[in-house]
């Protein structure tokens, strides 16, 4: 497949040495390269900081709902004070 993509001039010329003085086609390097950092980026992914507290809101459930039974208890009493 091929894609175009923007470099820094600087970082094209770099790799344009780099490829030359390892006798490589540039399109090689920017292959070998790639595939590299993604090798080692599928072992490494970074967490997200909500990704901590995933699933963790199943062990308050029962709790939730014992507040929830409490809640609509205290809203079916009535204070026959508060009615006069």
Do not use: V
């Not at 390097?29 to 963790?56: C, D, H, V």
């Not at 199943?58 to 609509?72: A, F, H, P, R, T």
């Amino acid at each position: 497949m091929k894609t175009t993509f923007e470099l820094p001039d600087n970082l094209y010329k770099q790799a344009k040495i780099y490829a030359a003085i390892h006798s490589l086609p540039l399109k090689e390097l920017f292959r070998q390269a790639i595939s590299e950092k993604l090798s080692t980026a599928e072992t490494n992914i970074p967490q997200k900081p909500w990704m901590e507290f995933y699933g963790k809101g199943e062990s308050i459930e029962n709790e939730l709902k014992q507040l929830d039974s409490i809640i609509e208890s205290e809203f079916e009493k009535i204070n026959p004070e508060e009615w006069k």
